[in-house]
């Protein structure tokens, strides 16, 4: 996949390129083109970039900074929580 990004980078408008996630044979319309656009929108781009990089085939290891916050927050609230066992306990008295 590197390697027919790199080819494809190199190539000059007009040639006859592939994209390097699916494999489509294409004339490259632009200095900056190196995927198709057979398939709609980014598919391929995002398909080679979440591949290229080993970091992003683990999806579990990257966590974004809102989800980081959102989890430290809940944990927050979960420790004073003392949940249906307090309240539970507090109604004896």
């Known amino acids: ?13 007009g040639e006859l390129i ?3 996630s699916c494999g489509t044979e294409f004339e ?3 200095y900056n083109s190196i ?3 057979t398939k709609g929108k980014t598919i391929c781009k995002d398909y080679y970039w979440n591949n290229v990089t080993p970091s992003k085939r683990n999806n579990t290891t ?11 927050d809940r944990k927050t609230q979960m420790e004073y929580d003392d949940g249906l066992d307090f309240l539970l306990d507090c109604g004896d008295r």
């Open 18 to 20: 592939k994209c390097p």
């Open 35 to 37: 995927f198709c656009n």
């Open 28 to 30: 490259k319309p632009y």
């Open 62 to 72: 990257r966590i974004s900074p809102a989800n980081r916050k959102f989890q430290e």
């Open 1 to 13: 996949m590197k390697a027919q990004y790199n080819k494809n980078k190199t190539a000059k408008v």
